[in-house]
Structure formats: C-alpha cells, structure tokens
C-alpha cells in the first residue's frame, strides 16, 4: 500500500502544469523625431523590425519571460518613427525537462506575448498620426530553432579554420 502510494506521488510530480500568472507591458517608447514635417513628405516607409526575449527565473517555478519588439520606420533618410515595446508575462512552468525548458521560454512562452505586443504597437503608431501598422505573425519556433544551429556553429571545433 505504501509502495502504491510513493508510486502515484512520484507520477503527480512529474505531471507537466504550465499556466500563464500574469501578463503586462513592461516598457514602452514612442518616438517621432521628425515631426510634424514628416507628416507633409511623401509616405513610402522602409520598416526595419527586431525581436528579442529575456528570461528571468523568480521563484517557485516562476520565469518572468520579457518580449522586446523595436520598430523603426523611416521615409527616405528620415526616422517617421521608432516604437520599443517590451511585453512581459509571468509564467509558471513544473514538471518539464532541462530540453524542454529551452523551447518553452524560446519559442512557447514569446508566441504567447507577441499579440500583445503587436497590439501595443499598432495603437501607439495609430495614436501618433501614423497609417496602421500590422505586424505580420512571427514563427517563434523557427526562429529559436535558427538560434540553436547558431550557437551550435559557434560551439563546432574547426568551424573557423582556413582551407
């Protein structure tokens, strides 16, 4: 009976719980350096966009996970705008292995914030005077997949050696 008991505690240990604690949006920035004049000159944008995350273990099987977004849009050699959004989220993680842990922050837990950070985005460039700006969606999976083969090549002996 004892047995029975240790064996259905250790099964319940190992039972996988991811739920999402908290989201909120950590930081924000809107810039229009060259305004109002910009909203007379021609509107042909060149859109450079950039992801980054950021994991911050807390306790109890908590991990901050920070989705910073920056978009700078210009018109010839004019910044129209630069949007930094940093959306965050509280999540707790139990039961997932060491390998498992790397996709879940890398790709799982930023798949999950990026509509709000899009959301975020799209109302300050509004809010600013500017046409809508729809971010199209980011495939987190393939990017971490990308970053993991990077380091990877890094890591490889002989990978810088001259033929």
């Known amino acids: 009976m004892a047995e029975e008991n240790n064996t259905q505690e250790n099964e319940k240990s190992e039972e996988k719980n991811f739920s999402i604690q908290k989201i909120y949006t950590k930081d924000i920035s809107f810039e229009t350096p060259n305004s109002p004049q910009i909203f007379i000159d021609k509107?042909?944008?060149?859109?450079?966009?950039?992801?980054?995350?950021?994991?911050?273990?807390?306790?109890?099987?908590?991990?901050?996970v920070a989705l910073s977004v920056t978009?700078?849009?210009k018109c010839g050699e004019k910044t129209?705008?630069?949007?930094?959004?940093?959306?965050?989220?509280?999540?707790t993680l139990i039961g997932f292995s060491d390998?498992?842990?790397?996709?879940?922050?890398?790709?799982?837990?930023?798949?999950?914030?990026?509509?709000?950070?899009?959301?975020?985005?799209?109302?300050?460039?509004?809010?600013?005077?500017?046409?809508?700006?729809?971010?199209?969606?980011?495939?987190?999976?393939?990017?971490?997949?990308?970053?993991?083969?990077?380091?990877?090549a890094k890591q490889a002996p002989g990978s810088d050696s001259i033929n």
């Open 80 to 91: 129209a705008y630069l949007v930094e959004v940093t959306q965050a989220g509280v999540f």
């Open 43 to 64: 509107w042909e944008p060149h859109v450079d966009f950039n992801l980054g995350t950021n994991v911050n273990p807390l306790e109890n099987n908590l991990y901050d």
């Open 71 to 73: 978009v700078t849009v």
């Open 99 to 152: 390998e498992e842990m790397g996709p879940m922050m890398g790709s799982f837990c930023p798949n999950i914030l990026f509509p709000y950070a899009r959301e975020v985005i799209s109302d300050l460039v509004s809010k600013g005077g500017f046409p809508q700006l729809l971010l199209a969606p980011v495939n987190f999976e393939a990017l971490y997949t990308q970053h993991l083969q990077q380091a990877q």
